[in-house]
C-alpha cells in the first residue's frame, strides 16, 4: 500500500472514520455469526452458504485494512486557509459550457470524496485537473475521450 498523504476535509474523514466503525462493530460481528451458523450445518466441503461467508469475510477483513491505512495517511485541511480567488482543492466552481450555453457547478475534491450525484468531482479527473488553478473569467478546454468540453469559469466560491 502506499505511504503517500491522503488530503481530506473534516466530514471526509468523518465519513472514512464512520465507515470503519459501522464494518468492525457491525459487519465483522454479523459475518461471524453467519459463519458459525454455516458451519453447524455440517460437511464444510460442499457448504456453500459457509464458502459464501468466509468470501465475505475476507471482503470484510481487507476493506478495514484499507481504511486503516488510508485514515493513517489522511492529513486534515483547513479549507478557510485555502485562497478563493483559484479553483483549489474543496472549491466550488460555477463555470458555463460555451458548447450548450449553460451552467453547472462542481466541487472540486480528493479522489476518496467524489460524488458524483452531489457534482463532487476528482481534482484527477480530467475535468477537475482542467479547473483546478483557475480564476473566475478564465476560459479552460478539457480534453475528454467524447471530445472537447469548453467552459468559462463562472464563480468560484468555498463553503463546505
Known amino acids: 500500500m502506499k505511504s503517500d498523504p491522503i488530503y481530506l ?4 474523514r468523518l465519513k472514512l472514520e464512520g ?6 462493530t457491525v459487519d465483522r460481528p454479523q459475518i461471524i455469526k453467519e459463519i458459525k451458523r ?5 460437511d464444510l466441503a460442499e457448504n456453500a452458504e459457509y464458502h459464501a461467508a468466509k468470501e465475505t469475510q475476507t471482503h470484510i477483513e481487507r476493506k478495514i485494512a484499507e481504511l ?4 493513517s495517511r489522511v492529513r486534515s485541511i483547513d479549507t478557510d486557509k485555502i485562497p478563493s480567488d ?3 482543492l474543496f472549491a466550488r466552481v460555477l ?3 460555451m458548447n450548450r450555453d449553460d451552467q453547472i457547478e462542481y466541487q472540486l475534491v480528493p479522489p476518496e470524496e467524489v460524488d458524483v450525484d452531489n457534482n463532487k468531482i476528482s481534482i484527477k479527473s480530467p ?3 482542467g479547473l483546478l488553478g483557475k480564476s473566475v473569467g478564465d476560459k479552460v478546454e478539457i480534453k475528454v475521450p467524447a471530445g472537447t468540453l469548453r ?6 466560491s468555498r463553503n463546505e
Open 151 to 156: 467552459y468559462e469559469i463562472v464563480k468560484i
Open 9 to 12: 476535509s473534516k466530514k471526509g
Open 19 to 24: 465507515e470503519l466503525k459501522r464494518l468492525k
Open 38 to 42: 454455516a458451519r453447524e450445518l455440517g
Open 68 to 71: 486503516e491505512d488510508k485514515l
Open 127 to 129: 475535468v477537475g485537473a
Open 95 to 97: 463555470i458555463k459550457d
Open 86 to 88: 483559484k479553483a483549489y
